[in-house]
Antibody, heavy 122, light 110 residues
């Protein structure tokens, strides 16, 4: 079955970096892009960017440009999201989600990772 | 402050029909498809409606979506206790080049 399995909880100090992994299984990895979405405690959802698992191309919203980096390892079907210069307001659950496309219109689809808690605190 | 606007809460009794609204603008809802997600406590969001009004396989037909202009709605008929969850709307925003979300609506089944 299709699964996205993420790495475990992280606790970081302000100014540090965090790298979260998302390992895909059950489908052809390079056929579907991956987005990252985060959710601060008790808050809504926020899109952090997208990576093509086919060619490594990325798309980041302006808010995160320069601070986020997404990479892919096709040999292990794993996508990584690194967030630098962490602040307390980066404390959130981070989700990877597989992108689905219909007629070249792509969207955040039905397969999500279980979420990774990242706590930023001194 | 979310780009898409949802009511923070909604409620209904079992068997009732409830509607959750999602208001946006020309660069998101009017121009692009709307998607709805259901999030049970402590779990990842689940896709409920795609392309405004389409249900993924496995989603009961009690859930339906609609869109008109810069607003969209999610309707849940025959409300059940297991529908108690947070519901989020989402759309691509052409001006921001971003996925944007509503702030979420907490549905309580009384």
């Amino acid at each position: 079955q299709i699964q996205l399995v993420q790495s475990g909880t992280e606790v970081k100090e302000p100014g540090a970096s965090v790298k979260v992994s998302c390992k895909a299984s059950g489908y052809t990895f390079s056929n579907y892009g991956i987005s990252w979405v985060r959710q601060a405690p008790g808050q809504g959802l926020e899109w952090m960017g997208w990576i093509s698992t086919y060619n490594g191309g990325t798309k980041y919203p302006q808010k995160f440009q320069g601070r986020v980096s997404m990479t892919t390892d096709t040999s292990t079907s794993t996508v990584y999201m690194e967030l630098k210069s962490l602040r307390s307001d980066d404390t959130a659950v981070y989700f990877c989600v597989r992108e689905d496309c219909i007629d070249s219109i792509c969207y955040l689809g039905d397969y999500w990772g279980q979420g990774t808690e990242v706590a930023v605190s001194s | 402050q979310s780009v898409l606007t949802q009511p923070p809460s909604a409620s209904g009794t079992p068997g009732q029909r409830v509607t959750i609204s999602c208001s946006g603008g020309n660069s998101n809802i009017r121009s692009n498809h709307v998607y709805w997600y259901q999030q049970l406590p402590g779990t990842a969001p689940k896709l409920l409606i795609y392309r405004d009004n389409q249900r993924p396989s496995g989603v009961p037909d009690r859930f339906s979506g609609s869109k008109s202009g810069t607003s969209a709605s999610l309707a849940i008929s025959g409300l059940r206790s297991e529908d108690e969850a947070d519901y989020f709307c989402a759309a691509w925003d052409d001006s921001l080049s971003n996925w944007v979300f509503g702030g979420g609506t907490k549905l309580t089944v009384l």
